[in-house]
């Protein structure tokens, strides 16, 4: 018919019928196709089913953070001047006229006065910064908690633990650039951590400085590591963190219809799409307005960074507050030997900063090797069913706010009138007790919300009625849970240990065993060994007790 188009059966693309001119739409479509293969890919990707959850919006806050201070980094590049020289300053902030300082400190002054809105975009830049951080972290510990980091998703959660380690580094460089009087200080501490390095400690430090501290390399030096050398990486990796997200099936909670081979939710085009869309721009109005009402990093308020002065209650981001506080509150030991002092206070927690957040990293791996498990897994784990690795994130979690008060001491002394010495010491005792108290704590809270599952799916959901039996009796009347509700409590399985076996075989001749195998079979039995979890009830369980022929 004229007029008609007709299918391509092999693409399953409308194609002008014969005599009709394509349009010029078609045609840039028809050429970018024929070369980059884009009509096979937006098929197989953008009708992508993605689960609707909240917490799922976490990740999208640190992507959307990120985005955000790339644009903001870029506008506050045209106009800072990355320079250790000295000048004397004389422009709109009156208090700090005629005072010395350096012109990476004065161009952060005339950002913030001068140029127009550059206060907002340097406070917007700060605030999505520790936004990013933070939502990293919130992040990385919602797939810690539910188990979404098993197969296949070992390397993702790498890069997310890279991301986050650079992200720190990124912070670091970044809040050391405007020169003034607090990030001075905290250059300062960083490079007494260097300093105690044995052996190449001073070389490291004069290299980094160039000379004596505290040179005038050093801002030079940071700029374009903050600028472009670690974005650089970290883009990198993002972009490889979302395509792996869309090659592998989307984690979801556990649910009706849910299972390793089928996802529940919404095609990515056109719902999650324009959902992502609305919550990008939330993202950027709240930090906007934080940017506007919330005042954060004043530097005119701290001065030029001078080596003879210390800001009185100098504080890093929260985000390094954990490695200030191993070290603020680490006794003061040393070793002189041959000439050379070994600086023990500060370089033991300075190691113990990225070796605690490598294990972090690595406990993917770990949990891997200890369950021998090498199946895939898509649906995410209720934090209460796995009360090992659940205490063990409190108690990394309990182990950082005990750590972020030894970095605040002077001013948790401060305000709350104490003794810094008697805070210093209740942060010694607490980093071996808390954490040990919060992992036993959080099982135990585990073990009791597994217990109320199971009374829950044998008995049914309280309904606060209570009914009199004839003999006298007062019983609460209970409402069977749906077959969704059933199957969300019970769908989590309980795989036994590792065991080793027996170490005698039928012929009497003794196995050899290997020390990782008994250490793996100890691991084991202490992480989802019986004692681990309460055993869900069994389907002749719930007949009996559903079947109206039980006396309880």
């Known amino acids: 018919m004229d007029g008609a188009r007709s299918v391509n059966g092999g693409a399953g693309r409308a194609v002008p019928a014969r005599g009709e001119a394509p349009g010029k739409g078609e045609k840039v479509a028809d050429w970018a196709d024929g070369r980059l293969g884009l009509y096979a890919l937006a098929k197989a990707n953008m009708r992508k089913v993605f689960p609707d959850h909240w917490s799922f919006m976490l990740g999208e806050v640190c992507l959307y ?87 296949p998703r070992e390397l993702n959660w790498m890069f997310g633990w890279t991301l986050l380690f650079l992200g720190i580094l990124t912070g670091l460089t970044g809040y050391s650039l405007p020169d003034d009087l607090l990030s001075g200080t905290g250059v300062r501490f960083a490079q007494g951590a260097i300093l105690s390095v044995p052996i190449v400690g001073t070389y490291l ?42 090659y592998h099936k989307h984690t979801q909670y556990p649910g009706p219809g849910r299972n390793e081979k089928s996802v529940v939710g919404m095609p990515f085009l056109p719902v999650y799409m324009a959902k992502a869309g609305g919550f990008f721009f939330l993202v950027f109005g709240v930090l906007t307005i934080m940017g506007g009402i919330a005042s954060v990093n004043p530097v005119w308020a701290f001065g030029p960074y001078r080596p003879d002065l210390v800001t009185t209650g100098a504080q890093p981001d929260w985000y390094l507050g954990f490695s200030e506080g191993l070290i ?6 040393e ?13 033991i927690p300075f190691s113990l900063f990225p070796l605690i957040l490598l294990a972090l990293g690595l406990y993917p791996f770990i949990e891997a090797w200890v369950t021998g498990d ?42 709350l009138h104490l003794s810094i010495n008697a805070i210093t010491w209740f ?126």
Not at 339 to 347: A, D, E, K, P, Y
Not at 381 to 408: E, F, H, K, M, Q
Request: glycine share 10%; with cysteine; proline share 5%.
């Open 335 to 347: 070793i002189n030997a041959w000439g050379h002092t070994l600086q023990l206070g500060v370089f």
């Open 205 to 246: 430090s004069f290299f980094l400085f160039g000379g004596e501290f505290p040179g005038h390399d050093i801002i030079p030096r940071f700029f374009p590591i903050h600028v472009l050398l670690l974005p650089g990486i970290m883009l990198g990796l993002v972009v490889v963190h979302l395509i792996l997200i869309f």
């Open 65 to 151: 953070s990120f985005l955000i201070l790339i644009l903001t980094g870029i506008y506050l590049t045209l106009f800072f001047e990355p320079s250790g020289v000295e000048v004397v300053y004389n422009g709109t902030y009156e208090p700090l006229n005629g005072v010395i300082m350096t012109r990476a400190y004065e161009s952060t002054l005339d950002i913030s006065f001068d140029v127009r809105g550059g206060l907002l975009i340097r406070q917007i830049h700060h605030w999505a910064a520790l936004v990013f951080v933070t939502g990293m972290l919130v992040h990385m510990m919602r797939v810690f908690f539910t188990g979404a980091f098993r197969k």
């Open 374 to 415: 090498r199946r895939e897994h898509h649906i995410l784990d209720r934090p209460r069913n796995v009360p090992v690795r659940t205490g063990l994130g409190v108690a990394w979690l309990s182990l950082y706010v005990v750590l972020l008060i030894g970095g605040g001491n002077d001013i948790v002394a401060t305000h």
């Open 328 to 333: 603020r509150v680490m006794p003061g030991w």
């Open 427 to 552: 942060v010694r005792v607490s980093v071996f007790v808390v954490p040990v108290l919060a992992y036993v704590v959080t099982q135990r809270v585990c073990l009791g919300l597994q217990r109320r599952d199971r009374d829950k799916v044998l008995h049914g959901r309280e309904t606060g009625t209570v009914k009199r039996l004839p003999h006298g009796e007062y019983v609460e009347v209970h409402e069977p849970l749906s077959q969704g509700q059933l199957f969300t409590l019970t769908q989590h399985e309980q795989e036994p240990a590792y065991e080793i076996g027996p170490l005698v075989d039928a012929g009497g001749v003794r196995r050899q065993v290997k020390v990782s195998q008994r250490v793996r079979a100890r691991v084991s039995r202490a992480m989802f060994g019986p004692e681990t979890r309460i055993e869900k009830p069994t389907v002749e369980e719930y007949r009996e007790i559903t079947s109206g022929d039980h006396h309880h």
